[in-house]
């Protein structure tokens, strides 16, 4: 079964660094594009940062020239390196890819989140 899995988030005082992980796990024919979503409490989810298959890279607004999102389709892993983290930060991350299944299917897949707490 293929199955996204994040990692590395946590509590960091504002200023601070994370690096999220995350991996495809399972057999798959490619990996297409991916992305961050992030979701606070109260509020929608909302697109952090994507990154294609050529490896170009789109940001919200909000995040540009903080978080630098990257990939290593090698190893079917994307990563998010997040520095001057603010309070409004604060949310659970979420990976989410568009996968090519063998024969050719192609489905969108998310991970289970990884929770991200900035302190003021």
């Known amino acids: 079964q293929v199955q996204l899995v994040e990692s590395g988030g946590g509590l960091v005082q504002a200023g601070g660094s994370l690096k999220l992980s995350c991996v495809v796990s399972?057999?798959?024919?490619?990996?297409?594009?991916m992305d961050w979503y992030r979701q606070a409490p109260g509020k929608q989810r909302e697109l952090v940062a994507g990154?294609?298959?050529?490896?170009?890279?789109n940001y919200a607004d909000s995040v540009k020239g903080r978080f630098t999102i990257s990939r290593d389709s090698a190893k079917n892993m994307m990563y998010l390196q997040m520095n001057s983290l603010k309070p409004e930060d604060t949310a659970v991350y979420y990976c989410?890819?568009?996968?090519?299944?063998?024969?050719?299917?192609?489905?969108?897949?998310w991970g289970q989140g990884t929770q991200v707490t900035v302190s003021s």
């Open positions: 989410n890819a568009n996968i090519t299944r063998w024969g050719g299917l192609r489905v969108i897949l």
């Open positions: 399972g057999s798959i024919f490619s990996l297409n594009a």
């Open positions: 990154i294609t298959s050529g490896d170009n890279t």
